[in-house]
């Protein structure tokens, strides 16, 4: 005769009881053999800074004003824009990661301030010179914003809205210590850009200007480089072998390659 279900659970409870017991005393001999580590840590987490939302506003406020061009230009020549803290650490979706604040003032004021004052060296890329926040988040030292930012492109001679999405986070003297910065729909960006000079050019598709950019920004790019790279700094032997090493060894790159081994992502650099 089977058991009833009460008395199955009465037997399993006699059996079961004991395990809690062994697993305790199994934990308990495991702690004391693991090893254990001091806590060297020197952070004190009261310091962390605690600005009020207006405080968080103003200085993201500022750091985008200083970013338009010609406020750019200023924060350029500082080569150590004094909005960054010195060990800032920043990322950019498109471009990668920047650490320090030599080469954060570059890729933030001095890329942008180059093509607005070099209006004829031959890029893809804007500089700004008006913004909007759409979105903003601020506690503590931490702020989320988006903007959408106005872009004047040069080879064009048209604006473009660009929509960029930052956290941003500050230290006590209200310098950016980190940031991680997204261009949204930067390849559509890219490729309306192309599409507008294809366009202007009479040309029957983006496809057919494609071989005509890759040259002209190999071009640019190589004329750069054999002027101002030299002795240990020297990167080709002569303009020829460069152009002919961005054009037939190296792709064009799409917008999302900025961070790759793209003709594109040496157009970001030659801008600096």
Not at 62 to 67: G, I, P, S, V, Y
Not at 120 to 147: E, H, K
């Amino acid at each position: 005769m089977l058991d009833s279900p009460f008395t199955v659970a009465i037997m399993m409870l006699k059996y079961l009881t004991p395990l809690p017991l062994f697993f305790t005393s199994i934990l308990a001999q495991s702690a004391l053999s693991y090893p254990s580590f001091p806590n060297t840590s020197t952070l004190d987490p009261h310091q962390t800074p605690n600005y009020t939302f207006d405080e968080l506003y103003n200085l993201t406020n500022r750091f985008l004003q200083n970013h338009m061009y010609p406020n750019n230009i200023a924060q350029s020549l500082a080569i150590n824009s004094t909005l960054l803290s010195d060990d800032v650490l920043g990322r950019v979706d498109a471009t990668r990661d920047y650490a320090g604040r030599e080469l954060n003032t570059e890729y933030l004021f001095g890329l942008f301030a180059n093509i607005a004052l070099n209006p004829d060296a031959f890029t893809l890329l804007g500089y700004p010179i008006n913004y909007t926040f759409t979105r903003f988040l601020g506690i503590g030292n931490v702020v989320s914003f988006a903007a959408i930012i106005e872009y004047k492109l040069p080879v064009t001679g048209t604006t473009i809205p660009q929509e960029l999405d930052f956290w941003v986070t500050y230290n006590d003297k209200g310098e950016i210590s980190q940031y991680d910065g997204n261009f949204r729909y930067l390849q559509w960006q890219l490729t309306s850009t192309i599409a507008s000079i294809a366009k202007a050019q009479n040309l029957s598709s983006s496809a057919s200007l494609l071989p005509i950019l890759h040259a002209k920004l190999a071009n640019s790019i190589c004329e750069t480089a054999t002027t101002f790279c030299n002795g240990t700094n020297l990167q080709y032997a002569n303009q020829q072998a460069c152009e002919n090493h961005l054009y037939n060894e190296t792709r064009f790159g799409d917008g999302w390659e900025w961070g790759m081994d793209t003709v594109s992502c040496r157009m970001v650099s030659l801008c600096c």
